[in-house]
């Protein structure tokens, strides 16, 4: 370089200039590989490995015997043998090395393959034992342990977990804690805190936490059928959205639209069908809503004896034409406002498009429906249809209860001590809390919310997912609590507010018999963080991930009853306890494939938002996509653009040093911003 002062930097590859000026890349000079975005240098690893007493020679290499899938794997001879020395060869790594370094597999061999000149022939050595009970990390030993594994495998989806495996290393996640926690109260009827799995997060050391649950554990309120000799209260969430509209009259901001795209041969009789026996199966879309002696109760439905879906033939229109008025309708049946006390809250119409091409719209009321419970519809209307066209009968199992039950339940199980040790947390927990996060606004704040707003989708770079796991792994944290700790940074950067309070919806189904369920069962937990003092983000994360558990371990007093309990100070221009709001998923099938035809989601364009500011990120593959629900009373489109630039950056920045101080990390868009705005001071 002829820039003074410029530096040279030895990267450790080789490579040789070729007549063309190009370069050839002829391989390492060291051993260095990269995985997963991260360098590693093996005979680190192998240096690890050799201070263990056992341990005569190590060698680690990176494999990819199936394609698209590399790892580390380690060999060694050791100079003695005893039981259960692979168990403490990955304990010993995993002490002294950061995750993405601990080998996959640790393979011991009699001895190591030389070359003639002595070297190890790392082409000879052999792949990691397909042994069925290989990498498992054990066997179960005891009736416990073998009980929890089949529940692990179970909610993480594999064919086998081993008592020593880690359960967020195979995959596990805040919503599927929530579910195994469920399991085992199903199972061996005890209450265990959320954050144990966190604290014991292998099935050996959960075993030990459940079996000394068992001998304290008390007899708990039994979520059961109940008879439907009187009329059923509503849920406490219910019973919030009953309210809402008797203060702010009928309105289409809670209505759920589920468009879904159907390509092929569509037998409409059969989905027709499919519908009806949707209707049947779960009472909570007949259902309607109804005040007695001060207090909300649902009234369930009979089933229609016949039920017409309405058919719109855009099949006429050109191609240009028909895909404006297919988002056209579906907005315009999005806004069609329900009737709780007349209902039908499920309608549904049928837009044919071509012989072969169909959107099916289903449009719900929130107070019968959320996120997950959208996911059960389609996947349940998806096999019955498939049955009714082969004219089989239904092929799915009787429910054990229904929502009216489960809020029945709710009812009488979340009272008395129980209720008084949870309101206790969160009133000690946000006393004093701020009521409003005063973020910088494009225009002043209305002095009644409108609803009125906008979507923005983003997507993070493809390598970023794979990096943000390895980070949290690292940390010992979930995905979801990352995410969440970059939204609260970029909250601190846009406010310098120091004292965040962010809500964030939690599926709510912590118990087995209320998973296969329809109906409104999600929560808003408040999370409450101190930012004082510039902290760096692992230290901020750790702290969320300490507030998410203590929200966990009490997240069955509903949004509604804190509201009624705190009674913050009213106020129309703004929501109550929190403003602004994160949610995270994980990937939801993109398609059902049935019978000949494909059932795909549609985006829906939303035009409403309930809060201020609300990020989503899901997970779809490999990629992170995400869209932000803004209100545009308060924000412009371009405002909105530039924070999605700034939390891409505090992620990619984080990914790279998470010991960075929040006021440090460097925003991509500040330097873009600084330039725009002495753009216009000069125009």
């Known amino acids: 370089s002829e820039e003074p002062g410029s530096r040279l930097y030895k990267t450790g590859d080789r490579a040789r200039y070729l007549s063309d000026g190009n370069l050839e890349y002829l391989g390492r000079l060291d051993d260095q590989i990269k995985l997963r975005g991260y360098r590693i240098e093996p005979g680190e690893i192998q240096g690890v490995l050799l201070r263990h007493p056992a341990v ?140 144990v799995l966190f604290e014991t997060p292998t099935v050996a050391e959960l075993a030990e936490q459940v079996d000394r649950a068992v001998l304290e554990s008390t007899r708990r309120v039994s979520l059961a059928p109940v008879a439907r000799t009187h009329a059923m209260p509503a849920s406490f969430a219910q019973q919030r959205l009953w309210f809402l509209e008797q203060l702010e009259g009928e309105s289409a901001l809670y209505n759920v639209p589920l468009p879904l795209h159907i390509e092929g041969d569509l037998n409409e009789q059969a989905l027709t069908t499919a519908i009806r026996e949707l209707v049947l199966r779960h009472e909570v879309l007949r259902t309607t809503f109804t005040e007695v002696d001060g207090g909300v109760v649902q009234i369930i439905g009979a089933v229609p004896s016949e039920l017409k879906i309405p058919v719109i033939d855009l099949s006429e229109e050109g191609v240009e034409f028909r895909s404006t008025q297919v988002q056209r309708l579906i907005g315009q049946l999005a806004e069609q406002t329900f009737s709780l006390t007349q209902g039908p809250l499920f309608r549904s119409h049928l837009l044919k498009l071509r012989k072969d091409e169909h959107v099916l719209v289903l449009i719900l009321h929130h107070i019968v429906t959320d996120g997950w419970s959208n996911g059960i519809l389609i996947q349940e209307l998806g096999k019955l249809y498939e049955a009714f066209v082969k004219g089989q009968p239904s092929p799915l199992p009787e429910l054990p209860v229904q929502y009216a039950d489960y809020a029945t339940w709710q009812r009488q199980w979340l009272q008395g001590d129980r209720l008084d040790r949870q309101l206790q947390y969160w009133t000690h927990r946000l006393a004093d809390a701020p009521s409003l996060l005063a973020l910088q606004t494009d225009y002043p704040r209305p002095p009644v919310q409108s609803y009125r707003g906008a979507v923005r989708f983003f997507e993070l770079p493809t390598g970023v997912s794979s990096a943000l796991k390895e980070l949290s792994g690292r940390e010992g ?13 970029l909250l601190f950067r846009e406010s310098g507010e120091e004292d965040l309070v962010v809500g964030f919806p939690v599926a709510n189904r912590n118990r087995s018999e209320i998973e296969g369920l329809i109906g409104f069962f999600v929560n808003t937990l408040v999370l409450r963080t101190d930012l004082s003092g510039n902290p760096t983000f692992q230290e901020l994360l750790q702290q969320v991930k300490k507030v998410a558990l203590e929200a966990y371990a009490n997240q069955d007093v509903p949004f509604e009853k804190l509201v009624e309990e705190l009674q913050p100070e009213r106020n129309r221009s703004y929501s109550p306890l929190c403003q602004v709001v994160f949610g995270f998923q994980q990937e939801r099938p993109a398609s059902v494939v049935c019978q000949d035809v494909t059932m795909t989601f549609c985006e829906v364009e939303r035009k409403s938002s309930k809060f201020d500011l609300t990020f989503f990120v899901e997970e779809r593959g490999d990629q992170l996509v995400g869209s932000v629900e803004y209100s545009t009373d308060l924000f412009a489109e371009k405002t909105i653009e530039r924070m999605i630039d700034q939390y891409r950056s505090i992620l990619e920045s984080v990914i790279e040093n998470p010991k960075q101080r929040l006021r440090e990390i460097q925003l991509r868009s500040d330097a873009a911003l600084v330039e725009e705005e002495l753009d216009e001071l000069f125009q």
């Open 477 to 489: 944290v979930t995905l979801f609590m990352t995410l969440l700790t970059a939204y609260k940074t």
């Open 56 to 195: 005569a020679e190590a060698v680690v290499i990176l494999r990819e015997d199936k394609p698209g899938d590399p790892r580390l794997v380690a060999y060694v001879t050791v100079s003695e043998e005893y039981e259960g020395l692979l168990r403490d060869l990955k304990q010993h790594l995993a002490d002294l090395l950061p995750s993405y370094m601990v080998p996959t597999a640790i393979v011991v061999l009699d001895a190591l393959p030389l070359t003639l000149n002595g070297k190890v022939n790392r082409q000879l050595l052999p792949p990691p034992s397909q042994d069925p009970m290989e990498g498992r990390g054990g066997a179960p030993r005891t009736l416990t342990e073998e009980l929890l594994a089949t529940i692990f495998a179970d909610v993480l989806g594999v064919e086998h977990v081993g008592v020593h495996e880690h359960f967020f290393e195979k995959g596990g996640h805040s919503l599927l804690v929530i579910q195994v926690i469920s399991r085992i109260r199903n199972t061996w009827n005890v209450e265990l805190p959320v954050g």
